[in-house]
Each structure stands twice: as C-alpha cells, then as structure tokens.
C-alpha cells in the first residue's frame, strides 16, 4: 500500500470531528419559519381580491388568524416541553374545556373576583397536570395511557359541573355576573387590531421561550429528553423535571381555557375537542423531536401561526374541510420526513 | 497458510464513500484471500466500519469496486450479502432478546412444512450449529438470559448459518471474559480452516498475533499499511496513530494521602432482587487520595454493580457493615446523596448513559454543575462557557470547540468529555467503569493520563476493567472480585496470570 503516503498529502477532507450545520440542517431546523413565510407568500398569491385588496393581507383577516391560533398556540407551547422530555399529553384540550367551566361557573356564582377566579382556575389547571405527571412517574406508565385517561377525566369533570350546558357569562356589578373587564379578552387592542387572546399567547410564549433556554430548568428538560440516564447519573431531578412539564401543560390548558371562557362569554364541556392533536402537530412542524432532547420554542410559536395561516388561505378560497385536514396531514409528515433526513445525515441514526 | 489462490477470495479496490461533509473512505484496497483471519484495525473515525458496512451490504460505495472470487460485486442491502456468502456479526449483535436461542438461529429463514414452522427440525438444526462452535447452550433458552459471552456464540452460530465465504466479525471479544476470548479463536480458526475468509475488527492489539494471519490497519480512510500478523506491536501502533506512541500508562504517582473510600465487609441488599445483578456481598477495600485502585473480576463478578451501588444508583437498597467515605459513615441511599458526600461515577456506557449525543460538547461538560452555572436559576452562559473551554483544554478534547455535537465525536473524544464532565464536579472519590471502552489506542494513554494527573491532585479513583493490562499498568493496586465478594488484592504490575486465576477460580474453593 505504498499509494497511501501521496494520498494523504493530497487536500485533506475535514474530519469526521468537525461535523458543521450545513445549509440543508439550518433550512430545516428552522423549517417551521421557513414554512411560515412559504405559507404566507402562498397566501398572497392564492388570496382572493376584492377591490384590488389581497383579502389574506387585510388587517381584519390578520387578526383573525392570529387570533385563532392562540388558544391551541398557548397550548403548543406548554406542549413542547413535555415533548422535549420524550413525553406527550393527550389531555389538554378536554382540560382547556374544564377549565372554561370552571372559570364561567365561578364568575357567575359571583362575589370571588376576578384575579382570585383567575389563579384558581389556573392552580386547578397546573394541579390536574402535574397529578397525571406524579402518576405516570410514581407507577412508570407511560403518558400516553396517563394522559389519556386524564383527557377522559377531564371532560368527564367538565360535564359534570356544567351538567352538559354552555354555562354563559354575563357581564355587570352584582351576584352571578362577571366583572365587565374579563370580556376584554375578547378585544383587540391598539386600535382595534391585535386580539387580546393574541396577546396572551405571545405573552406566555415569550416567558416559555426564555424558561427553555435560559434557565436550569429548561437545561434540565433537554438533559432528561436526550438522554434519561446520563441525566440521572448526572445529579439531575429527573423526577421532579418530569412532574413538573406536566403542571406545565396542565398550566397553559388552563390559561387557554380562561382565555376560551373570555373569547366566547361561555365555558363549555365540549369545546376544544382534538385541540391535542392541534398542538403537537405545531409542535412536531416546528422541529421538535418526538424522541425527545431537542426542540425550539420559536419553531413551535412558527408551526402554530402556520397552521392557521393556512386554514386560513384554504377557507377563503372555500376548499372544503376535508381537504384542509389533507393539507396538514400532509404538512406534519413532511416536517418529520424532513427532520428524519438531517438525524440521518448527522449519523445518529432514526 | 496456504498457498496463495491465483484470485483472491475478495478484492476492494480504490473504495471511496462519502458521508456530508465527511470523506470516510478515500480509495481504500483491501484483500481477503481463501481460509484467511485478517485483522482489520484502525482507530475510532479511521473508516473500518464504514468499510466492512459495505462489505456487508449495509452501505453502498460511492466509488471503486469489490469483487469476491473475481466477480464483480455490489450489494443493494445485507439480504443480498448474505445470499452471497457474506455475513457480519456486529458489535450491537443483532440477536432478540426475548426469543429464544433455536428463533433466533433461524430469525427470518425459519424451516417450515406446510407453512407451520418445523420447530424440531429448527431445534435438532440448532443444537449442532452449536456443538459445530463448540458452545453448551440450551436452545430453548431466551437469549436476553444468557451471559454476553454465551450471546457472541450465540451470534457467531447465527452467522455460520449462512456465512458460505466471508465472516465479518467486529469486535467480537469487547465484552468476553479470557476463557471466551480463547474458546473464540478456537473456533474462528476451525471455519478459517474449512476456507472462510473472516475479517476480525479489533481494538485489541495483543489479539491479533494469537489469532490473525495478516493485519491491514486505516487510517483517515486511508490504508496505512498491510502487515503480517507476526509484526512486532510498536509498528502496529505506528502505523495505527501515525506517529510512534510514548509510554502507554503513566507512571506511578506520589504518595496517597487519607483514605477516601472505606469498605468493611460491606454488602449491599436491594430491595427487589434482579436476576443477573450480582450485589455487592462482602466487600473489603480502600482507596485513598492520590490512589488508582482496580477493580478485576470476570463478567458477572458484580464489579458494575459495586461502582452502581456505590454511586447510590442502584435502586432502592441498603448498604450495612462500614462503608465510610472520608472517615465519616456515608448511606449513598440516591445519587444525589452519593454526590454530596464527593462521589462521582463515569459510566461504561457512554452512549447509553453517559451523553447527550444530539446535544453539543459545551451542554453536556456543564450537566454535572448545573447549579453553579446558574445562579437564581438563571443560566449564565459566560460561566458555563468558561467552564466548558477549561474542561476541553484540559482534557484535550477534539475539536476544542463547545459547540460541537458530541455525538459526532470519536469514541475516545467522547469519553474524555464524559470524564471531564464527572471531574468538573469535583468528586473526591472518582469511580470509573471501563473507562476506555471502545476507545482507541492512541487516545487511551491520554485518558490513562487525566486519570494519573487527577490521582496527583489528590482524588481518590476506583477503576473497574475487564482489560487486565490496563488495570495492571495504571493501578497501584488491583482488588479482585468474585461474585459481589473481594477475594485477593495484588499490587499494581502484578503477574497477570495470578490475578486471572483469582478472578477465575472456581466457587467451591472459596469458603
């Protein structure tokens, strides 16, 4: 083999150690963006005009869009931490709905407040949360089947204390009437054009975004989804991490189910049905492993909006809803397929 | 050998593959020739893998070619290799755990008549595939039972089912005990004899002149040279790190200080008894500051498990007799307790234990210090950065950069972040389980250094190895184990023999 001597003098290749991003991982770790603003450019070409005026890009239809993400938006972002630790939760939208219940039955028996309902209603959420957290680490079921049954408990709760009826708020001074400022969650603001709910959605997301990645906590999350027992032997609270994602979702369902009771002035034991599917699949779209240890809050905040934005171009173009569950069935397996190729290429295998 | 066939068995010439950015292979030549045992080594990221993935169908070539018996050759997937006479036996051997030993033999060929499967004509097939590679195994035993020894010919058996020409056989003896090791080579020369070619992948120098005919050792996806098996060690060496190596073990340090670790008659009940977890039973030892101790016994003496218990990670347990760390009585009831009282551990496992291997260099090196990174809660990326560099500074970590993906990284650059990673906790008393692993040579007398210089610093480190040259050379002293119990204690540079037949001697002996 005398030829290896030349051979190693000729350019060297870099080393297997110096592995960097290319430009195809970058495009896909921010695939959630990049989606947005495809969808977007989509949306203004494919827009119906009237006058001239691009339907998709007026201030109203914006709104709208934003707005009705956020609730699922706030939802996915609870979310993303439980998936980054390897984990699911099936049973935020049946505690969304609870949680609107709970809120508009409080407000219209009356005389508790409004800041006081609020933080009830949202301890109830975090509690309900972390107890399927507690059980699912306590007996090492998987969350699946925990949150699964949490979703069924949830709704059963929920239709329980509403006795299957929208329970509707009211707004004024006196006994069973909501105080008149909790329906400014229903607004916009700043001239009548950013939706209150939107607001609380970039709100929550923005203190998720800095908790994930600037906190222990947030550290801790990604240790316990990358690799369960490296952390452990690391020092690492893998129990208390793995309760708390949980109280986390927990939390956020009940945020967007205050948030829902304020939208609509009602709380209802049948709203927000397969509003789970909804924030994984934000979730999922914006580049956050299923097998857990990596994931970005922002990606998570872009697959939410993109979502919408495009239901949005669908239904003003009025493609019937069927194809638009085509359209994002097709997304999500896209953005895995994506994600698939770059594990791939960095030869870590799935 | 015989005499050389005018074709050899297989021929690869100018092989390249290319993964991203990564050239594993530049133009790689490799001969097997009829009844041969050629070594391949090469240090970790050197392209061995990468070849034999192709050899074996697992992988396609971008470029060059193959031929087996002159006949131009190229395999779409390990279906079409093994139809061609070609089978691997890899590292992770592909065995299932919860079958038993006659399906596994016969895991995707199962005989059958009528359709139905023809269970006692696969387990009569079984039993002489087995007696063929010499091994004792209960067919109908599930194989997630048996020792990884009895697994390896287990897997070798498999592959003999088909392997009609070229056995592949990477690492076979990482994880077997020196009787194995011997009854292995038994009979890998008993196929070689009936005119298989096998490629034996090892990290293992002083195996390959007991086993191999010819070496071929790559380097950076290169040949950098072929040899015959008969070559003196030092120019394997050369030629496996490019460079001739220095000393492998340090030398021997100062004076040891006060004893950190001190174990009495300890023994360590779990609260639920596991099958296969040899507890540690009546275990006598020290290890005092500036101490290297080793721990030798065979696979299943309960070495892993005493470092675990150890470490408070074992599971529910109690630890009775005298366990003292510093002088004080130490419960190590949870990791986090164990952690408290000083005691870090580095697991065997790096990948499956030791590493976030998606997550970059910087993250992992500060998992351990968490808390003092962030003080309030609040990550303080200045501190954690100028941890990381220190850490990869000092334990050489390449490349130096925090941002790298640890899972990128050669096997000897990983475990010295896993290392590192332990060290910057600052244990005082350091237990290492197999702390070279996987790891190539030239990296493995860097390691052996860190761990003399943190000896030197004053901590107290307890080795656990099945490598008896390793713990001979770097230990000051070396504790044998035999089934949760220490049984001897021999000096470091100790014959290596007598501390085999400490670890090896049988039960009844013993009192």
Redesign the interface.
Known sequence: MNDAAPMRAAPAAPPATARRFDAFAIAVRFQSVIGLILVTLGGIVFSPRRHGHILFLAPDNMANIVRAVSETGIIAVGMTFVIITAGIDLSVGALLSLCSVLTATIMTSGGYGLAPTILFVLACGTAFGGAQGLISNRFRLEPFIVTLAGLQVARGLALVISGNQYINISYGQGPGLAPPVFAILGDRLFDNTVPVATLVFVVVAAIATFTLNFTRFGRYVFAVGGNERAARLSGVPVSLVKVSVYAITGLVSGIAGVVHAGQFNFGSANDGTGYELTAIASVVIGGTSLFGGSGSMIGTVAGAVMLGALANILQLNNVNAALQLLATGAIIVLAAVLQSLVRRREGLGR | MNAEPPRPLLSMRGVVK???????L??V?FDLRRGEIHALLGEN?AGKSTLMNILSGVIEPDGGEMRIEGVATRFSDPRAAQAAGVATIFQELDLVPGLDVTANLFLGREPTRAGVLDRGAMRRAARERLAAVGADIDVDQPVGELSVGRRQMVAVAKALTYASRILVMDEPTAALTAAEVDRLFGVMREIAARGVGIVYISHRLEEVPRVADRVTVLR???????APASAPQSELVRLLVGRPLAELYPKRGAQAGETVLKLERARFAPRRGRAGWQAPDDVSLEVRAGEIVGLAGIMGAGRTELLTAL?G?AGPGRWSGVVQIEGRPARLAS??AA?GDGVG?V?DDRR????????SVG?NL???V??RV?PF???SRAKESTLARQAIQAFDV??P?PE??V????GG?QQKVVLA?EVL?EPRLLLLDEPTRGVDVGAKGEIYARIRTLAERGLGVLIASSEMPELLGLCDRVVVLRKGRTVAEFAGGADEHAVLAAAEQSEDTSP
């Open positions: 290319r993964f991203g950015g990564v050239q594993a530049r133009g030549d990221g950076d996806g290169l040949v950098a040279g072929v470490y990670a990791i986090r952690r551990l697991t499956g234990s030791g590493l976030l291997l998606r997550d993250r500060v998992l351990t968490l808390e962030s809660f609040l990550m390449r490349p950069q790298a993906i899972g990128a990284l050669s650059n990673k906790g």
